[in-house]
């Protein structure tokens, strides 16, 4: 298993992801102060697709007590969008819509240019117009949603960017992170980019409140460094909430864009929706007479995974999908019909909105 902010390989091991990280798991009392304040469990929370988080408890004690807070979550634009990128973006759109809060989100065209060596800087950019559009799709508004474009957005972050570089020894970098001597100095210095957001509430409006990132966990080395140094400049200490990767449709490992055979971009037209989809990994048996006879795996099930990621909000009927196919009721290409109906509904609706959204986005950037 590799897991790092650049690249993530193998079967994902969850639970030693919290010992070697050093998080807190999402506790059954967390989730219920959550419900408290939500009214109802996102089902990214219900299903335990979120399982990780620092400081979240702390994050609720200033809210019970009048202090508000800021989300932020980000994309680093090398690509198109796939469907594992939403699943962050949707659970902080709930969470923007039931606390009714900000959301600073940091696309990081600089941050791509530095660290994929075939692209231009002129990719990226291009790249973060498109990914802002997909994030624009899922319905944030304009008056509480800022997109940073790192690039072009740099006046307004360089000078936090500053001060957070000056506390962060080199030693410390190369620790968290891994640096090589062959590492650009570009990239040596990002981490300070990155960390900005987390503050920049505080440097436009003058009010100091914390800021909690829903993000995958693959992000958290960036912001275990932004925490040692966040109280030295003033400023909370950022919190985070992790989520798990969605699979691939592959064997094992995280939807990934440098896979495209076994990931569902938004871009996907139906016809190339439904050949992923129909080569998908189910751990299925051999033959009809075994599935039937012996059941499935929905465990090792990349189709059962969509369902219970994205693709079925009813607990009881995702339970019961699990239940046949355990017992043999339903069959893979039963499943695999399913969802291709199911994914080609949503990217047709996401695709339109994402249409749309080219109208709007420039109420979206925070040079507004």
């Not at 998908?280 to 012996?294: I, M, P």
């Amino acid at each position: 298993m590799v897991v790092t902010p650049w690249e993530v390989r193998g079967k994902v091991d969850y639970e030693r992801l919290i010992r070697d990280f050093g998080t807190q798991p999402l506790t059954e009392e967390l989730l219920q102060r959550i419900r408290k304040h939500t009214g109802e469990l996102h089902l990214q929370l219900r299903r335990g697709l979120f399982f990780s988080h620092r400081d979240l408890d702390v994050v609720l004690d200033l809210y019970e007590k009048g202090t508000k807070f800021v989300l932020y979550t980000g994309r680093g634009p090398s690509g198109p969008v796939h469907i594992g990128h939403l699943i962050p973006w949707i659970f902080t759109k709930h969470l923007q819509d039931k606390f009714k809060t900000r959301l600073y989100f940091q696309m990081t065209d600089d941050e791509k240019f530095l660290v994929e060596d075939e692209l231009k800087l002129q990719d990226t950019k291009n790249f973060g117009y498109e990914n802002a559009l997909d994030l624009i799709a899922l319905g944030f508004k304009p008056e509480d949603t800022f997109i940073i474009f790192d690039v072009e957005d740099i006046g307004l972050l360089y000078d936090i960017a500053l001060e957070v570089a000056k506390r962060i020894t080199y030693s410390t970098a190369r620790a968290t992170f891994g640096f090589q001597e062959s590492t650009n100095i570009g990239w040596v210095f990002w981490p300070a980019i990155q960390a900005v957001p987390c503050f920049i509430h505080a440097k436009l409006t003058g009010e100091n409140v914390p800021a909690l990132i829903p993000a995958a966990i693959d992000q958290d080395p960036y912001w275990r460094v932004t925490r040692d140094i966040a109280q030295k400049l003033g400023y909370y200490k950022p919190a985070q909430i992790h989520c798990r990767f969605l699979p691939g449709l592959g064997v094992g490992g995280k939807m990934s864009a440098s896979e495209p055979e076994t990931s569902i971009f938004v871009i996907d037209p139906p016809d190339v929706v439904k050949k992923k989809i129909w080569n998908a990994f189910t751990g299925g048996k051999a033959t009809v007479e075994e599935q039937r006879k012996l059941g499935g795996e929905p465990e090792v099930c990349t189709v059962f995974q969509y369902f219970t990621f994205l693709f079925e909000e009813d607990d009881k009927k995702l339970a019961e999908r699990r239940e046949k196919c355990k017992k043999g009721e339903i069959l893979c290409g039963e499943c695999k019909t399913e969802l291709t109906e199911r994914v080609n509904k949503f990217l047709t609706e996401h695709r339109k909105k994402r249409e749309k959204a080219r109208n709007i986005i420039d109420k979206f950037h925070l040079k507004r």
